[in-house]
Each structure stands twice: as structure tokens, then as C-alpha cells.
């Protein structure tokens, strides 16, 4: 009974030496012809490498760790464009530092300045470090939200949350509406003097 279940044991170890062994680029053809089972291995090999590249450059840890989600997700998105002309070690760092970089990218995107008489608006200041300021600034983010919503158009209401509530850049924003990057911004200006006179 005992030996039984030595020889599946057996087979096993001897399928993930066999495993290992694959290089990276026969593993890449098999995933990209539709066998995700060795993606697994690629990001054994490659999550500690690749987390420890990211940790060097990045200061906080949450960042880190999802970066390195991204860069595994993008990965997988993008094995098909593998065409083994260099390393696929060297393929995975680059496309790690693609990430990082666009990471950074939008963290540090434009914002479209508020007139000096932003403090109208309730959205000037950080919240404060109490539970009742906190409260307040989210109470003046919903009026806000709430006057937005019903004094200004579909596409300035939709640019103005994108923007002011979303957090997201006017390149971005450009892109996803199909409009100059000027366009959104003067719509952006508008959608704020309209509130202002509220």
C-alpha cells in the first residue's frame, strides 16, 4: 500500500525538475500558445528578482507590491511580443522599469491650477489630521459633487470628476475623450468659473 503512493510522489518531483529545467523562452511559447500553467513558473522565478528590483527604487512598500503586480499582470499581457532577441531575463527588466517609470509618471501628472478663490470651492486644504475636520472636507467634496452634477454639462461634469475626483491627468483624460489636451483644459477652466458663481 505504502509503495503505492511512493511513485506519484515520485512522478511529481520528476515533473517539476523537468520543470525547472525548461528554459524561460520554451515556457514563454507554451504560455503564449495557450497553456497558462507555466506562467506559474516564470513568476516563481522571476517574483523575488523582480520585487527586489522594485523595492530598491521604491520607497514605500504598498507602491512596491503593486508595482510588482503590475508588472506581472503586464507580463502576461504582453508575452505574445516576446520575440527572444535578447534575454528574457533582460525582457522582464525592462518591461519592470517601463512600469516603474509610469508608475512615477503619473503620480507627478499636471493638475490644472484652481483660481486663488478656490477656497469657494471647500477643496483648497488637505483634510485636517481630526476625525472632525476629515468629516468636514468630505462633506464639502459631496456639495461639490452635487453641484457639479447639476450645473454643468454631461462633458464637463465628466471631465471635472475624471479630473478633481478621479485624480487623473489631463493627458490621460485627453486620451480616454479623444480631445486636445488645451480642449480639456479649457473646459476644465470653464466647468470651475460656472461653480465659482454660483
Not at 477643496?123 to 459633487?145: M, T
Request: aromatic share 10%; hydrophobic share 40%.
Amino acid at each position: 500500500m505504502a509503495a503505492a503512493h511512493v511513485e506519484p510522489i515520485a512522478e511529481l518531483k520528476q515533473t517539476k525538475s523537468a520543470m525547472n529545467e525548461t528554459t524561460d523562452e520554451q515556457l514563454v511559447a507554451r504560455v503564449v500558445e495557450g497553456d497558462r500553467a507555466p506562467f506559474e513558473l516564470l513568476y516563481a522565478r522571476y517574483f523575488p528578482r523582480v520585487y527586489r528590483f522594485v523595492d530598491r527604487r521604491v520607497s514605500n512598500r504598498a507602491d512596491t507590491e503593486e508595482i510588482v503586480q503590475e508588472v506581472f499582470f503586464n507580463l502576461f499581457s504582453s508575452l505574445h511580443s516576446f520575440r527572444g532577441e535578447a534575454p528574457f531575463a533582460a525582457w522582464v527588466f525592462g518591461l519592470t522599469r517601463r512600469t516603474i517609470a509610469s508608475r512615477f509618471k503619473r503620480k507627478r501628472h499636471e493638475m490644472v491650477p484652481l483660481p486663488e478663490d478656490e477656497q469657494f470651492l471647500g477643496i483648497a486644504g488637505q483634510s485636517g489630521s481630526s476625525p472632525h475636520a476629515d468629516y468636514e472636507c468630505a462633506e464639502r467634496l459631496d456639495q461639490l459633487s452635487a453641484a457639479a452634477r447639476h450645473d454643468l454639462s454631461n462633458e464637463q461634469w465628466q471631465l471635472f470628476r475624471m479630473h478633481h475626483l478621479e485624480d487623473r491627468s489631463i493627458q490621460e483624460i485627453a486620451s480616454i475623450v479623444a480631445k486636445s489636451e488645451d480642449a480639456v483644459k479649457s473646459h476644465l477652466y470653464r466647468a470651475r468659473r460656472m461653480l465659482l458663481a454660483r
